[in-house]
């Protein structure tokens, strides 16, 4: 089981010698020191390190929700077993809104979820956020970790469980669940990076075009509004759709090296606030509205989720504009690019434009279920897995779109290969998923920002930054911690170790007298 002994050296040392000086001094001390000694020698059976990751603490309009309570030390139980001031462990297929709520009601000192290593592949946050919405929706004080499972904490678990219902087994241990951290901090200032950049130069046009080219705006985004957020999900919707949109601008600069004249041009926005309304892109909208660029926006895309099937939904905000000729051969052109693929899709009208301040057609590309839009809500969709062949097949139809309506081809045949830059591609979702995108993460120095702007400084032209302020919310700070497990050995196990201590001491106090007696008869001898 690969354990091991956590033992105070120095502080048996000192005892050792005090135990000796008082049995040479006076022999009627031997009793109490023997009772002493038990007691400052601690025994404990220790288990590995494990990395776990605090629940999101914040505090918004002058109130707060979430945890912020970093630190603990507590004995640990099952969740269905006595929890009053331990630390309730509960595995994620036994994670329930009843169930945490019965945490709560049992007055649990501390929270652990477990879920299996296979689970790192998915999106679990919706699984997750229903079963725990109680303790984000106000302030709660008590620590609430989660952490992955490994073969060491399934057994802890599983005696865990098997105590909590009285169950027999050969040796009877107390586990103690100890994380030692610093404590959450508010955060003040939280600011966001936008990047964006032209797919043509408008200074390279010629005098004619610069007044009044069309331009057409495609929007992804990599941020990750999640629960916990240090948990690093790897391949999820976020890192999805900013892949796609860099994608798209490396293979499309590629394809304006052989063709000069476009019939319009492409601005690409990578925003830091997917998940919380596109604050950033309509903050950079609000500022910029009455420049020529905006005004030059005829359409615009925005690439969400589209990394698990290939089936697409197409929702289109703004629709009682798409009356002109060259809406109409928008429409056109994506109906005829998406049967080119072989792809299933749906038009669907919204009327709640998320991006404030364009009256102009707007798309929102995602993927489907089973070609039903209402399990877009369940939490099985949200169980995140890139699906690779869907969601290059998905890459490729919109970047088949692209240049089909940049360049004057014909819109029966393919424009694009079909094999996929895999290399690219792979670099993109590596850094992407390389660390955590929650917000308090995505800092203006942090690896996601500087590739992003890389990329866009070497494919695009024109290429800025929207800096703003992160005002929805003010966050704790957070970070993965250490979780240390120790075992404390049984009552009986105690009283055997008692026995051996006893039995070493009284060998030491005789061997001390008897050299003590013949010292002394030595002196007499002399004397």
């Not at 048996?12 to 040479?24: A, G, P, V």
Request: with cysteine; hydrophobic share 40%.
């Amino acid at each position: 089981m690969g354990i091991y002994v956590f033992y105070q050296k120095n502080n048996i040392l000192n005892l050792f010698k005090k135990l000796m000086l008082s049995l040479l001094l006076n022999r009627k001390s031997l009793s109490l020191l023997l009772i002493i000694a038990f007691s400052s020698l601690q025994i404990i059976l220790g288990l590995q390190e494990i990395e776990v990751y605090r629940i999101i603490g914040y505090e918004e309009q002058e109130n707060s929700y979430g945890s912020k309570v970093a630190s603990f030390n507590l004995m640990a139980s099952h969740f269905t077993g006595d929890l009053l001031r331990k630390l309730a462990v509960i595995h994620l297929n036994k994670l329930t809104e009843e169930n945490v709520q019965n945490v709560l009601n049992k007055k649990a000192a501390g929270l652990l979820i477990v879920i299996p290593q296979k689970e790192r592949q998915y999106n679990l946050q919706k699984e997750v956020m229903y079963a725990v919405s109680d303790l984000v929706s106000k302030a709660i004080y008590i620590p609430v970790y989660i952490c992955y499972e490994n073969a060491q904490l399934k057994e802890v678990i599983s005696n865990l469980e098997a105590d909590a219902q009285k169950k027999q087994r050969l040796e009877k241990e107390d586990y103690q669940f100890i994380v030692s951290t610093e404590e959450p901090k508010l955060i003040q200032n939280l600011q966001l990076y936008d990047y964006y950049g032209f797919l043509e130069k408008p200074a390279d046009l010629t005098a004619a075009r610069k007044s009044n080219i069309p331009t057409i705006l495609v929007v992804g985004n990599y941020d990750d509004y999640s629960i916990f957020p240090d948990l690093r999900k790897g391949e999820d919707e976020s890192a999805v759709s900013a892949a796609s949109v860099l994608y798209m601008i490396q293979h499309l600069s590629e394809m304006y090296k052989n063709y000069k004249k476009i019939k319009y041009n492409v601005l690409f926005y990578l925003t830091a606030s997917g998940q919380i309304s596109y604050q950033g892109i309509n903050n950079w909208i609000a500022k910029t509205k009455n420049s020529r660029v905006i005004g030059n926006i005829i359409y615009a895309f925005i690439i969400d989720s589209v990394g698990r099937f290939n089936t697409l939904f197409v929702q289109i905000y703004n629709s009682d504009v798409l009356s002109s000729d060259s809406s109409l051969d928008v429409l056109k052109t994506l109906n005829q690019t998406l049967t080119n693929y072989n792809i299933k899709y749906k038009l669907i009208s919204d009327s709640q434009n998320p991006l404030q301040g364009l009256k102009i057609p707007i798309f929102r590309i995602f993927d489907g279920y089973e070609d039903d839009i209402s399990k877009k809500n369940s939490a099985q969709f949200d169980l995140y897995k890139l699906n690779r062949p869907a969601y290059e097949q998905n890459i490729l139809f919109f970047t088949e779109f692209l240049a089909s309506m940049l360049y004057d081809f014909n819109k029966e045949d393919k424009i694009i290969e079909n094999e996929i830059n895999q290399a690219f591609l792979d670099s993109c979702l590596a850094f992407l998923t390389q660390q955590t995108r929650f917000y308090t993460q995505l800092t203006k120095d942090s690896p996601i920002n500087e590739n992003i702007n890389q990329i866009m400084e070497k494919y695009l032209k024109q290429v800025g930054k929207n800096v703003y302020q992160y005002s929805q919310q003010k966050f704790y700070s957070n970070k993965p911690a250490k979780l240390q497990i120790t075992k404390r050995l049984s009552a009986f196990v105690d009283l055997y170790i008692f026995a051996g201590v006893v039995g070493w001491l009284v060998i030491l106090y005789y061997t001390f007298t008897h050299i003590k007696t013949a010292e002394a008869r030595k002196r007499n001898k002399q004397d």
